[in-house]
């Protein structure tokens, strides 16, 4: 029998904070998804093991160490500058292509900002922030890691280049929020 005097309140306090957490851990495991379709293995053969999502998963199991180490937004921002915004004497592509030319128009930058907006454009200076990085600061991690995959920091799968690589973490951040996936793509940097 109920006592009439006892409040339900801490059981739904309880069972929403449940929910919550529920919820926040299945948002986390969903934001790894795009990581195991879109990133491949170093070389393009999953002989060698070698996987980026296992690295992120923390996966153990693999016969061989690998790391991933992309470069961070403030990076290519130098890169950038010291190299006239274009193309740099190391052989890094930085090109400075409009947003929508990478990702289509129908991918505008998180945050309302023009699709046409020039990619440089998204990256700060190191450290700094400017106002077309989006909520999460998407919008400058998700063109670091165009920079990273043309570059080939990011090893990607046979047949993926690094505009669809981008295309599928964006759609990522429209389906599971814009924190799993920047936060995802910082945790690359080395």
Not at 64 to 78: F, I, L, M, N
């Amino acid at each position: 029998m109920t006592d009439p005097n006892k409040s339900e309140t801490p059981n739904n306090s309880v069972n929403q904070r449940r929910v919550f957490l529920k919820k926040a851990s299945t948002a986390s495991l969903i934001a790894a998804l795009p990581v195991k379709n879109v990133w491949g293995t170093w070389g393009g053969s999953s002989a060698n093991g070698c996987t980026v999502s296992g690295n992120m998963s923390g996966n153990t199991s693999q016969q061989a160490p690998c790391t991933v180490q992309g470069r961070s937004p403030g990076y290519w921002h130098t890169y950038c500058d010291n190299n006239k915004r274009s193309r740099g004497g190391y052989g890094y592509s930085a090109e400075n292509k409009a947003w929508n030319n990478v990702f289509g128009w129908s991918r505008g930058p998180f945050g309302g900002i023009s699709s046409n907006t020039g990619l440089h454009d998204f990256l700060p200076e190191e450290g700094g922030n400017n106002h077309n990085g989006g909520p999460n600061n998407i919008n400058r991690h998700l063109v670091a890691a165009y920079y990273n995959a043309v570059n080939g920091f990011y090893p990607l799968q046979s047949g993926v280049n690094a505009d669809k690589y981008v295309q599928q973490l964006y759609d990522e951040a429209k389906r599971s929020g814009t924190y799993q996936v920047a936060q995802a793509i910082e945790s690359t940097y080395d």
